[in-house]
């Protein structure tokens, strides 16, 4: 919540006045939903995995996993799954309230060349998104 005074007569004390804020579900918070929807729900099994790529790491690791084909960039989940247009959908997960934060140049770079291999390649916002986004793909809408 955020906080805010409002006057008072001279020599009180300011009344705080609490407005309430909006709760946006961390990334991670997102990607547990998405996940959890996708084995329960839709039974996706080993169609559906989740790239771990992103965390903070000591150096020397972060050098080992790059030796060995870490890549910066790398979508969050792959879903093998092919349409008629595509041969599998690949999302980026992100907050809902992130739509128009600046993306990441290593992640927009990844999704141009995954879109010219034949993968549709795409962010969602929130658990929300993500799962329109799937039921557009095996619907054949995107």
Excluded at 64 to 77: E, F, K, M, N, Q
Excluded at 94 to 122: D, M, P, T, V
Aim: glycine content about 6%; overall charge positive; hydrophobic content about 40%.
């Amino acid at each position: 919540m955020e906080a805010k005074t409002r006057p008072r007569k001279a020599g009180r004390r300011p009344i705080l006045v609490l407005t309430p804020q909006e709760i946006v579900p961390t990334e991670r918070e997102e990607c547990v939903a998405f996940w959890g929807y996708c084995q329960r729900v839709l039974k996706l099994g080993f169609s559906i995995f989740h790239v771990p790529n992103e965390g903070i790491r000591e150096t020397w690791y972060t050098k080992a996993l790059i030796a060995i084909g870490l890549t910066p960039g790398v979508l969050d989940y792959v879903i093998l799954i092919p349409n008629a247009k595509y041969h599998a959908l690949l999302i980026d997960m992100k907050r809902s309230n992130e739509r128009h934060k600046k993306k990441n140049a290593n992640q927009e770079a990844f999704i141009e060349n995954a879109l010219k291999q034949g993968y549709y390649a795409c962010y969602a916002y929130g658990f929300d998104d993500a799962l329109k986004i799937y039921t557009d793909y095996v619907n054949n809408k995107l």
